[in-house]
T-cell receptor, first 111, second 110 residues
Framework: GQQVMQIPQYQHVQEGEDFTTYCNSS?????IQWYKQRPGGHPVFLIQ?????EVKKQKRLTFQFGEAKKNSSLHITATQTTDVGTYFC???????????FGGGTRVLVKP | NAGVTQTPKFQVLKTGQSMTLQCAQD?????MYWYRQDPGMGLRLIYY???????DKGEVPNGYNVSRLNKREFSLRLESAAPSQTSVYFC?????????FGPGTRLTVL
């Protein structure tokens, strides 16, 4: 079945530094979504990418969808303590609105 | 507009007990979902409902049953709880691709 993998599983970042987390799917995706979950909270939708090679920015966050539509990345610049949390990517299953979630990248920020 | 609400927030059960987790959404969404999240792991789909009156199994349906009572409400039932069902349970709803999650129910089975 479809698998979505994320690396790294954990990311320790010094405040002010940049980092990137990666998402890889075993199948070609029609779109990919990213969610953020703060510690003790629930996942919150961040963005959806649809087109091959698409790049979208949200302030310090840059999301990219791979040319083959099988991978995606999230790059955060000048990391802040508000970026703490787990970032999940998710790809749709073949039918319906069901999603397959990656295992997430847990981001810890050192002040 | 409350979004997705879940009750209870916390629950402790003994092995073999049963309970129902409640979920409701006020966004007029057709699709609703139940996920479980184990420590340090991603979200695994338990059951899915594309519309009122329809339900479908997800990745980990064993030990669970669901009811889509109406468009707003989607409940998850554990008939005979087991320690392996200790987890955080999230309900979500969607109109299209973007899913909106409830605050979760933290369930411990002793």
């Amino acid at each position: 079945g479809q698998q979505v993998m994320q690396i790294p599983q954990y990311q320790h970042v010094q405040e002010g530094e940049d980092f990137t987390t990666y998402c890889n799917s075993s199948t070609t995706l029609s779109n990919i979504q990213w969610y953020k979950q703060r510690p003790g909270g629930h996942p919150v939708f961040l963005i959806q990418l649809v087109k091959s090679g698409e790049v979208k920015k949200q302030k310090r966050l840059t999301f990219q969808f791979g040319e083959a539509k099988k991978n995606s990345s999230l790059h955060i610049t000048a990391t802040q303590t508000t970026d703490v949390g787990t970032y999940f990517c998710a790809g749709p299953k073949a039918a319906g609105n069901k999603l397959t979630f990656g295992g997430g990248t847990r981001v810890l920020v050192k002040p | 507009n409350a979004g997705v609400t879940q009750t209870p927030k916390f629950q402790v059960l003994k092995t073999g007990q049963s309970m129902t987790l409640q979920c409701a959404q006020d966004m007029n969404h057709n699709s609703m979902y139940w996920y479980r999240q184990d420590p340090g792991m991603g979200l695994r789909l338990i059951y899915y409902s594309a519309s009122e009156g329809t339900t479908d199994k997800g990745e980990v349906p064993n030990g669970y049953n669901v009811s889509r009572l109406n468009k707003r409400e989607f409940s998850l039932r554990l008939e005979s709880a087991a320690p392996s069902q200790t987890s955080v349970y999230f309900c979500a709803s969607s109109l299209r691709e973007e899913q909106f999650f409830g605050p979760g129910t933290r369930l411990t089975v002793l």
